[in-house]
């Protein structure tokens, strides 16, 4: 990774508004990689934050996506964001943080979920964080089963490729592991259906593990994204460190979705820096690559930054999530009346529950 | 009058006419059959799927989120078990996601046995059903409430099952459904898919008329004081037939319940009915342990226990691996006629 333009820092902002920042062949604009970076270091930050929260008891379980900040925010910036059949459809696991934030979240709605809290707008301080749910956004409530989300991108994108002079595609994101379910098949299959095929982009992030079982000991397939030959499904595999390299991936990916409406696979490697989850210790892995530190690097190397700004928009990343941890404790918790609350939308045909579910029938 | 599957077929057609359903799926499900039972034949949105009965579910939870209205069918009931932790998910998406989405899908499923369809065509699937949080599940035992329930499912915002009786769904009806032509042979030529090569015929559809069964509403099928028998499905009509049988004997008349939704179910009218006659027996045919019909002697005994008069009887399946092909087995692995006879005879009779 290098600058194709030379470039000091006191050329000031002009410069950096023609500087070209590169990844081998590819390359993206300075002042996209600072945001990307700056959306990186904020999604970073709530990461670490809710770690700190699962240790200190001001929340439970944690699981989430540091060590793949790059992939996701690149990603929730590329999305065709809004609601209905003529935007995106995300179908999400519980890694992709980065995502909902490149796309606009607060920090605070993600802290938020992990605090419990009635005022968590993705689940009511039901779910686990990284949980989310996003109707305004087309976010399809994230579950921990994993691997149901290969199978309803398929009705997703369906709805698109009917709807008239839509160009919205069907992005569905999962772990490596989870590709040996049925689910990953029934995508393929369910997504290439001769005359019917569908535009879904099926991006796996393979941090190399389920768990604690390695991806090399369960999988003889050289990639993930072999399985979809077959099918006819291109793919690609990228390495999802490299924000650039990421960008112009999910760029192919989502035009070919776009444009051809058809599938189209992306397997990023990622790290996995906290490991699995809060169950497993969630300690700092040192020996993987730290997506935020070599893009920060690169981009002081490049002139965009130099290392006290990168300190300081870390800090500030810090800062707002603690401010957000601050708030969201402040909030109130749900009551016993938000445990019916939301089980059935009002329905005009239900003599028993019209509104909502209020206890066993009466 | 129509059958079963006839009422079913014609309610799709009124739901992709009227009501907005956009896909109608599943395997076999578009032409040239239509349909295992032919319950979709000449349907303008029905399509073949894979083979893949979690694809199934998953595609109509998708469509049902990017703003379509699927009725997705599981051929039997029997191969929805791989299915049920995407049920779990669908049921639970409302709430999990703080309401953000609906979900409003229609998932229809053949269920129980009388089709001597041995182990794998005689499974039910209420019991299992009624444990899915956020779905509502309706079970018709006459043409006019298939019809009706199946309205009702397709309008209801959230995800409903609606589980048809593999016994009664040739079975004809007592009432017309609104719109139906007068004539059965009519009907027939209208709507019935001819044997052969069917590429060229197109259903004339009669004028219908919509027909709304609410959910969680029971129906009385006959009035009496001496005992309440609750039932659906395949065992609803048995148990109508028991109770004619002995009022015509001893001049004695129950009470029997059509419940027609499994959840919610109709308590008013289960508790109405208890009070009145104090005596209850529940018949059903899913397997006894752990059976659906518990959940509702356990609030009858915990609501009524000083109401009642006699120990509530509740039949159910055998708790057996499955129902074998011989007939004697399936005659006395499920509650049949004179089983539920004896029973309710005996329930009478006891004194208070
Ligand atoms: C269907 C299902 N089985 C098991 C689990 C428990 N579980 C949670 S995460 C996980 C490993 C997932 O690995 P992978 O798909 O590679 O995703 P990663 O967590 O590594 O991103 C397992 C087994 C689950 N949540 N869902």
């Not at chain 2, 069917?198 to 009385?220: C, F, H, M």
Request: charged residues 20%.
């Amino acid at each position: 990774m290098s600058a194709t333009t030379d470039h000091s820092p006191d050329n000031g902002w002009t410069a950096l508004a023609t500087l070209e920042i590169a990844s081998g062949e590819k390359t993206l604009p300075a002042s996209r990689c600072l945001q990307i970076y700056r959306l990186m270091a904020r999604a970073r930050a709530l990461e670490e934050c809710m770690i700190k929260m699962s240790k200190s008891g001001q929340g439970y379980f944690w699981i989430g996506g540091p060590g793949e900040e790059a992939f996701n925010t690149c990603l929730g910036l590329l999305v065709k964001k809004g609601c209905g059949p003529a935007y995106d459809y995300l179908h999400l696991h519980y890694r992709n943080s980065a995502t909902l934030i490149a796309m606009g979240m607060p920090l605070l709605d993600g802290i938020r979920q992990m605090a419990m809290r009635v005022t968590d707008p993705h689940s009511r301080g039901r779910n686990f964080a990284g949980h989310y749910a996003c109707h305004p956004w087309n976010v399809i409530p994230v579950t921990s089963v994993i691997e149901v989300q290969y199978v309803m991108a398929p009705g997703t994108a369906l709805m698109q490729k009917r709807h008239e002079g839509g160009n919205g595609i069907t992005i569905v994101v999962g772990g490596d592991a989870g590709t040996a379910e049925g689910d990953f098949a029934s995508c393929m299959i369910w997504s290439s259906r001769p005359g019917n095929e569908l535009p879904v982009l099926m991006i796996v992030t393979n941090n190399g593990y389920g768990i604690s079982t390695c991806a090399s000991s369960q999988h003889a397939e050289h990639a993930m994204i072999e399985r979809g030959k077959p099918f006819g499904i291109p793919g690609e595999v990228v390495d999802g460190n490299d924000p650039i390299q990421s960008w112009h991936a999910l760029l192919r990916g989502m035009d070919y979705c776009r444009q051809k409406r058809r599938p189209y696979m992306i397997e990023a490697h990622v790290s996995r820096l906290h490991g699995h989850s809060s169950s497993s210790g969630a300690l700092r892995i040192k020996t993987e690559p730290d997506c935020l530190t070599l893009f920060g690097a690169q981009l002081v190397a490049a002139g965009v930054l130099d290392e006290r700004e990168c300190e300081e928009i870390q800090n500030r990343a810090a800062a707002e999530a603690a401010a957000a941890l601050e708030k969201a404790l402040s909030e109130p918790n749900p009551t016993v009346e938000d445990i019916r609350r939301h089980v059935y939308a009002p329905s005009t045909v239900d003599v028993v529950y019209p509104d909502d579910y209020t206890g066993l029938p009466s | 009058m129509a059958t079963m599957v006839q009422a079913v077929r014609m309610a799709l057609h009124y739901g992709e006419t009227y009501l907005g359903v956009t896909d109608i799926f599943g395997e076999d499900v578009g032409p040239p059959l239509g349909g295992v039972f032919t319950a979709t034949q000449g349907l303008k949105t029905a399509w073949n799927s894979p083979l893949d009965e979690r694809g199934i579910v998953g595609m109509a939870m998708g469509i049902a989120y990017a703003g379509g209205r699927p009725v997705a069918e599981i051929q039997f009931c029997d191969y929805g078990f791989n299915t049920i932790d995407l049920l779990k998910v669908a049921g639970n998406q409302h709430w999990a996601g703080n309401g953000h989405y609906n979900l409003p899908m229609v998932l229809m499923t053949p269920s129980g046995s009388g089709i001597r369809g041995s182990l794998y065509h005689s499974h039910s699937f209420e019991s299992w059903a009624s444990r899915l949080a956020g779905w509502k599940v309706v079970m018709p035992s006459t043409p006019l409430d298939a019809y009706g329930l199946m309205l009702s499912a397709i309008v209801d915002p959230n995800p409903v099952m609606v589980l048809l009786p593999k016994a009664l769904l040739r079975v004809r009806g007592e009432q017309k459904l609104p719109g139906e032509p007068e004539d059965e042979e009519e009907l027939k030529a209208r709507i019935d898919a001819p044997v052969g090569d069917r590429s060229n015929w197109q259903p004339r559809w009669p004028d219908l008329k919509p027909y709304y069964v609410p959910i969680g509403e029971a129906t009385l099928c006959r009035a009496g004081d001496a005992a309440t028998v609750c039932s659906y499905g395949r065992t609803l009509p048995l148990c109508v037939q028991a109770a004619d049988q002995i009022r015509e004997e001893t001049g004695q008349g129950c009470d029997v319940l059509d419940l027609r939704s499994i959840f919610p179910y109709d308590w008013k009218t289960l508790s109405q009915s208890v009070q009145k006659t104090g005596r209850l027996l529940v018949v059903n045919e899913d397997t006894e342990v752990t059976n659906f019909g518990e959940h509702l002697l356990r609030r009858v005994i915990d609501e009524h226990f000083y109401d009642l008069l006699v120990k509530p009887r509740l039949l159910m399946g055998r708790h057996v691996p499955g129902i074998g092909l011989n007939q004697v087995y399936e005659q006395n692995t499920v509650p049949q006629l004179p089983l539920i006879k004896e029973t309710l005879r005996a329930l009478i009779a006891e004194p208070a």
